[in-house]
T-cell receptor, first 117, second 113 residues
């Protein structure tokens, strides 16, 4: 069974600085998807960025980028120029391409990020 | 607006009571699911469905029932509420290929006393 591990329960960063959130996963599959979700105090789950395992190029969305190391099974999220609105819980998630139960999202336990002024 | 609609947003139940959490989506997504979120546990899958008439269990199905009579709706039923079911519940949907991730509802905070 696949597992997702986020080893940093809480992190903090100064406004305008850069922070990296760690995520590792365990799978024997070769093709899969990885996601980072943001959950602000409003409780809404917001997709931040996604990566397809067969693509070597790291995904980027504005100030958010990932460092995807397939061999190491690592998928870290880098937030550049941190803003107060980035304060949230961040969840890393894994999904195999759809096929019965294997297509469900498997979440890590989350990292609580606080951006300080 | 298109998306996933969950009701209610908050609910307090007494132990032993039953209730249904409602979930509806208007994006014609084949896949729908229910997760519960507990502190320090992330989100755990309760039940899911890949289309009308098809449901299956996830990681933590005990105490919950689901049905999927239409593509749009996927209600979650608590048969006899227990304090261990105090949690935040999320409904999510996606196309079956899933590569775009899930669209989540805004969540239901349930307290069982």
């Amino acid at each position: 069974a696949q597992t997702v591990t986020q080893s940093q329960p809480e992190m903090s960063v100064q406004e305008a600085e850069t922070v990296t959130l760690s995520c590792t996963y365990d799978t024997s599959e070769n093709n899969y998807y990885l996601f980072w979700y943001k959950q602000p105090p409003s409780r809404q789950m917001i997709l931040v960025i996604r990566q397809e395992a067969y693509k070597q190029q790291n995904a980027t969305e504005n100030r958010f980028s990932v460092n995807f190391q397939k061999a190491a099974k690592s998928f870290s999220l880098k937030i550049s120029d941190s803003q107060l609105g980035d304060t949230a819980m961040y969840f890393c998630a894994f999904m195999k391409p759809w096929g019965g139960s294997q297509g469900n999202l498997i979440f890590g336990k989350g990292t609580k990020l606080s951006v300080k002024p | 607006n298109a998306g996933v609609t969950q009701t209610p947003k908050f609910q307090v139940l007494k132990t032993g009571q039953s209730m249904t959490l409602q979930c509806a989506q208007d994006m014609n997504h084949e896949y729908m699911s229910w997760y519960r979120q507990d502190p320090g546990m992330g989100l755990r899958l309760i039940h899911y469905s890949v289309g009308a008439g098809i449901t299956d269990q996830g990681e933590v199905p005990n105490g919950y029932n689901v049905s999927r009579s239409t593509t749009e709706d996927f209600p979650l039923r608590l048969l006899s509420a227990a304090p261990s079911q105090t949690s935040v519940y999320f409904c999510a949907s996606s196309y079956l290929q899933g590569r775009d991730g899930y669209t989540f509802g805004s969540g239901t905070r349930l307290t069982v006393v």
